[in-house]
């Protein structure tokens, strides 16, 4: 091949590069899929997320809740240890199975025997047989799998085998935090493509992320730095807070030792949602419910 032909080889890639990456409005919005709730199951949370929608014949812009996440979205659920980050994962995962949904369970943290006898106690405390839901929910153990724990590229290829395979809809990841908890310098690059492995397979997505006790309990920022924050769709954030002075019990109106646990939404860009922090609790029989703002309370 001749200089001059190697030359307009190069220009004619060039130009497919650029006019694949240069995407029309009109046509993108025609493609686009709509967004809708998915109920999560855990009680005072699914109408704190909104769209907005027009009437037609007053012209009047109305919140309409969406009774659940965005279809479609990644959120980024993160929190100190013991601010039910596992229970919220466990409980999204047992609604979309009773649905009749297939759920894919990454687990990164505990092996495979030990995630899915947690999942069968808490589908009886939500009050569903487990035997008739089990099939629905396709574990993924990267727990005892260092292959697929180490290697993203593995990870996801055994991810894509099972989305394929049993027409999964929803992915949880619990936690990508033991993705990279090596290597914390490579964790944007790693939930970057996680992120993108998601929004190519149109999954509805959960990633736990674990929070150092040393950063602001109700920012997003976790192990890894903001690197899931900021690209992820949405963030949820878990606190709790140990009543250890007289000021802090006569504010929460608890008694000294008690905890008070918090929930608040940090940002979503598929809907609009409440952006107020929330008081929070973990029911006796192990289920999360969201309760009323701090602000009506104290």
């Known amino acids: 091949m001749t200089n001059e032909e190697t030359k307009k080889t190069q220009n004619n890639y060039e130009e497919l590069i650029h006019k694949e990456s240069i995407l029309v409005g009109a046509k993108i919005v025609k493609e686009a899929k709509e967004i809708y709730g998915i109920p999560t199951g855990i009680e005072g949370l699914d109408d704190l997320f909104y769209t907005i929608k027009v009437d037609e ?67 009886y405390a939500m009050g569903y047989k487990f035997e008739e839901i089990e099939d629905n929910i396709i574990l993924i153990d990267a727990a005892s799998n260092s292959a697929i724990r180490e290697n993203i590229p593995e990870l996801l290829a055994t991810l894509a085998y099972a989305i394929k395979t049993y027409n999964i809809k929803f992915t949880v990841i619990d936690s990508i935090t033991g993705l990279f908890e090596s290597k914390e310098v490579m964790a944007r690059t790693i939930v970057r493509k996680l992120f993108n492995f998601m929004k190519k ?37 878990l606190a709790k807070e140990l009543i250890s002075s007289q000021y802090m019990a006569r504010t929460y109106k608890k008694k000294l030792g008690e905890v008070v646990r918090l929930f608040r939404i940090d940002g979503c860009r598929l809907s609009g949602h409440d952006t107020r922090t929330h008081f929070m609790e973990i029911t006796d029989t192990g289920l999360i419910r969201i ?8």
């Open 57 to 123: 014949e007053t012209g009047e812009v109305k919140k309409v809740s969406l009774k659940g996440i965005p279809a479609y979205s990644v959120f980024n659920l993160t929190g100190t240890n013991d601010t039910g980050k596992t229970i919220f994962a466990e409980q999204f995962t047992i609604t979309q199975a009773k649905r009749g949904q297939k759920v894919a369970y990454i687990t990164v943290e505990s092996p495979a025997n030990f995630v899915i006898s947690s999942l069968k106690y808490r589908s």
């Open 201 to 237: 397979w149109y999954q509805t997505a959960i990633f736990i992320s674990q929070k150092r006790n040393s950063h602001e309990d109700l920012t997003a920022e976790a192990a890894g730095g903001y690197a899931v924050g900021h690209i992820v769709d949405g963030s949820i954030v």
């Open 291 to 298: 309760l009323k703002p701090i602000s009506e309370e104290l």
